[in-house]
């Protein structure tokens, strides 16, 4: 089964001890800090529109989308995944929020337009197992960043994969449903493997049990480094993802600001 298909409809309620609104506010924070989308900024033509938009790239269910329009920002969200994005519309349609759901791989990234911010996170990028399909997303971020604009992305670290998660397995019960996360990484192949099986209750004590797998790959602060800089893109802020301090060998996700660089704009000074 094709990842984030089944797991889709469990996926916020496993994840809801993840920090969101901790990350959006980071996002905030970095957003202002070296970008050029503002909520408060009066949209006067088509450059400001664009200048405003934030794209969250793998967006998933929607939650930090969510929390990010709540902040005031224009979003916009791409997710390869058909069943995630039904869930991120049952949220729209639940806050009343204008945020504009595309269903496409990150791979083959297509905008009408450019935006001012994209963001990736959750290790989304991890889930791109060759190193120049990586340099093509980043090419095509590159591509629809508005002049100046910027890209915030995090990811898991081979050293995460290696010595943080390992050959483990990861079990949780709960009372409508259970998983069982068995993980094996190929030190090799550099490669993470992830079965999941998932149990869901339907009626009464009747369960469906279904199966995914996960490959992820891992990499490091300098492999992305030079990717975001043969995107075209220049590398703005390195930190640890946890921490938001500097990056060791023992961080585990790191998230990395760059910018776009060498386009112009009429009317705006960015470069």
């Known amino acids: 089964m094709e990842a984030y298909q089944g797991f889709a409809e469990v996926y916020d309620e496993f994840m809801d001890n993840v920090p969101y609104s901790r990350w959006a506010e980071r996002l905030d924070g970095l957003i202002r800090k070296y970008g050029i989308s ?3 900024r009066e949209v006067e033509g088509p450059l400001d529109s664009e200048r405003n938009l934030l794209l969250d790239l793998g967006c998933g269910t929607g939650t930090l989308a969510e ?3 709540g902040r005031g920002y224009d979003v916009m969200g791409v997710d390869a995944s058909e069943a995630m994005l039904n869930i991120a519309m049952e949220k729209k349609d639940e806050s009343g929020s204008e945020i504009l759901y595309l269903q496409q791989d990150m791979r083959e990234l297509e905008l009408y337009g450019t935006v001012g911010t994209v963001f ?13 399909e990586l340099l093509g997303v980043f090419r095509l971020v590159n591509n629809y960043l508005f002049p100046g604009g910027i890209f915030i992305f995090d990811f898991n670290t081979d050293y995460k994969y290696r010595e943080l998660i390992g050959d483990t397995t990861i079990a949780e ?7 069982i996360w068995e993980n094996v990484y190929d030190a090799e ?4 493997e992830c079965d ?10 009747s369960f469906r049990r279904f199966e995914e797998t996960h490959f992820q790959r891992g990499y490091t602060a300098d492999q992305m480094r030079r ?3 043969q995107a075209g893109m220049k590398v703005i802020e390195i930190m640890d993802a946890e921490e938001g301090g500097d990056v060791t060998q023992e961080s585990g996700r790191i998230c990395i600001v760059a910018g776009e660089h060498g386009k112009t704009a009429e009317g705006d000074g960015a470069i």
């Open 227 to 229: 990717l975001v800089e």
């Open 67 to 69: 929390l990010m329009y």
């Open 38 to 40: 503002r909520p408060e």
């Open 173 to 179: 019960n709960r009372e409508d449903c259970s998983f």
């Open 120 to 132: 990736c996170v959750c290790d989304s990028l991890n889930y791109i197992l060759e190193e120049q």
């Open 196 to 205: 999941l099986t998932v149990f869901v209750r339907e009626e009464g004590e």
């Open 189 to 192: 192949e550099e490669m993470n």
